[in-house]
Structures are given as C-alpha cells and as structure tokens.
C-alpha cells in the first residue's frame, strides 16, 4: 500500500502540516520506489516513522531491516 500524493492535516494547536508519501512494503519494492522518488533523491534525511503500537520487538525488526535492506541499496 502507498500513498501517492502528499498529505496535508494539522498539528495541535492549528499549525498547518505536510507529510510526504507513504511508501509501505517489501524491501527490494521500497528500494526501487524512493530510487524513483525525486525528493528522496534530492533530500538529506529520511524520517522514517514506525508504528509503535505494534511493540518493540516488532519494531526492532523493522528498524533492522531498514538498516541492513534500505540504507546499503540506496547509497548510505
């Protein structure tokens, strides 16, 4: 599943916020999805944002795979 436009919502106390495209997957898809992300080129950092209502050791997987499948392939 992924978002394909930005996202526009509030924060608390009425400030206007952007989020960005959700890119939900497999890895070697993640890999190639933000490879053809202009932005993602283009930007320094990428937030990544985890869902903790899903607990740690769910949560600790993730953040592994990120390290070890996306931040090699994409050249970090």
Request: aromatic content about 6%; charged content about 25%.
């Amino acid at each position: 599943m992924r978002c394909a436009r930005d996202q526009v919502g509030y924060l608390d106390g009425g400030g206007l916020a952007r989020f960005g495209r959700s890119y939900i997957g497999e890895p070697e898809l993640l890999v190639e999805e933000l490879a053809r992300d202009a932005a993602v080129a283009a930007a320094d950092t990428l937030l990544v944002t985890v869902p903790n209502q899903l607990g740690v050791d769910f949560n600790l997987r993730l953040l592994e795979s990120i390290s070890r499948d996306l931040r090699p392939a994409l050249g970090e």
